[in-house]
């Protein structure tokens, strides 16, 4: 399926509902580097990161599971649309990308180890998609809240191009006041939908193309 927001021609067209989820929500279809702690949310001595990795759906997981992270929300950055829907990211035509926003305690996890999940958690070398969700919607990159977080970023993904050997398509891009929350049945969709996700994330082939990449140092989930 190369965009989960626009479902292909039957037979495919259940199966791309079954990923959605939509018959369970109805309002669906109605619709490397170190430092760099980032910007402070209301809440005292918390910070916020932000990074698109393709499906929301698949990387809320591995940040959940970090101790010092707070809360996950899946969302949308670097479009100009104002609080865009899903079914106009997943068009393609608002710049936007799905991403996940990460809020977490400096004290307790630093930003470079949230950018160590956010590379053992996608595919570097994919332009323009991840795994099998194609488009810009679908890009990598990270979203840096303030010029410490852009620097780390960079010095990550140098550090990432060197360790791999080839350079990388994973952009580094200011978030700005993009980002919008994206609709409640999209939050935490692994454990509100846990076999729905599964069969998703099977089909896409993410666990597999994260083994090819980083091998043991992958963040697959059928290990």
């Known amino acids: 399926m190369s965009a989960r927001g626009a479902c292909p021609a039957a037979p495919l067209a259940s199966l791309c509902l079954l990923f959605l989820g939509l018959a369970a929500h109805p309002a669906a279809a109605a619709d490397e580097g170190g430092g760099g702690e980032g910007r402070v949310t209301g809440e005292a001595g918390l910070a916020l990161a932000t990074f698109a990795g393709g499906c929301f759906w698949c990387m809320e997981p591995p940040f959940d599971a970090l101790e010092g992270v707070v809360s996950t929300t899946a969302g949308y950055a670097g479009g100009a649309e104002r609080d865009p829907t899903y079914r106009q990211v997943a068009s393609g035509q608002t710049g936007h990308a799905e991403v996940v926003q990460v809020t977490f305690d ?7 180890e949230l950018l160590e999940v956010f590379w053992r958690n996608i595919d570097p ?61 999209h ?37």
């Open 187 to 223: 939050q935490d969709y692994y454990l509100k939908n846990p076999l729905r996700y599964r069969y998703y994330r099977y089909n896409c082939g993410r666990d597999r193309r994260l083994e090819q990449v980083w091998g043991s140092e992958s963040s697959r989930e059928d290990k």
């Open 125 to 185: 070398f994919a332009v323009d998609r991840q795994f099998c969700d194609s488009g810009p919607q679908y890009r990598s990159a990270i979203f840096h809240h303030d010029e410490l977080q852009r620097a780390a970023a960079e010095a990550s993904l140098a550090a990432i191009e060197a360790r791999l050997g080839a350079a990388v398509a994973t952009r580094i891009e200011a978030v700005g006041d993009t980002f919008h929350a994206a609709e409640e049945y």
């Open 106 to 112: 400096p004290s307790r996890v630093s930003y470079a």
